[in-house]
């Protein structure tokens, strides 16, 4: 596990990407179609856009030189997603009561992890948090923020841990700043 994991490369997204951001996704776009574009867009528009107008919105994103995540590859493939940028990228968690702000200085976003089945359970998560802790920091970023599922030790279904677990952020050395539900701490990590 530790030497495929060394193997790995990391790179944020680009237009010059975009076939390996589209073969990751696959067809349906990762989970019901949402090519990572649920915490931009209002639940309606989420559900009008789904599928195919998710990815037209993502792909107009990148293409525009925004570099809204960071891939990684293993020899040459694209074999995991972590979406970061700052904060105000995402509006729909400023429309939640649990992961609104918890105060005004500015944050960068960890919002999601895509990883297929294939490569799941080999630590790739933490990989690709500390590349977004990496890339963030390149960019400025002073604070890393994220949004975890605290599980608790249970095991949770894929779909419901998209944001990543709680003891992978911890392991990349994330702190606890606020909880306002039992599973949803907001963390983060601050930069030097």
């Known amino acids: 596990m530790v030497a495929k994991l060394a193997q790995l490369q990391f790179h944020p997204i680009t237009a010059n990407r975009w076939k390996d951001f589209e073969k990751l996704f696959g067809p349906n776009g990762a989970c019901a179609g949402c090519w990572c574009m649920w915490w931009r867009l209002t639940r309606k528009e989420f559900s009008q856009k789904q599928y195919a107008g998710n990815k037209r919105s993502i792909k107009k994103i990148i293409m525009a030189g925004r570099k809204p995540g960071i891939l990684a590859y293993s020899k040459g493939s694209p074999i995991g997603w972590c979406a970061i940028e700052p904060r105000e990228s995402y509006p729909s968690l400023e429309r939640s009561n649990i992961l609104k702000r918890v105060d005004d ?14 490569h799941r359970h080999q630590g790739l998560a933490g990989q690709l948090l500390k590349a977004a802790i990496r890339f963030a920091r390149q960019r400025g970023a002073k604070i890393v923020e994220g949004y975890p599922i605290d599980s608790g030790g249970e095991k949770k279904n894929t779909v419901s841990i998209f944001t990543g677990l709680a003891s992978t952020f911890i392991e990349a050395g994330f702190v606890e700043v606020e909880r306002r539900a039992p599973t949803r701490p907001i963390m983060r990590y601050f930069l030097k």
Request: with cysteine.
């Open 105 to 118: 200085l500015p944050a960068w976003s960890v919002t999601c992890f895509y990883i297929p089945r294939s």
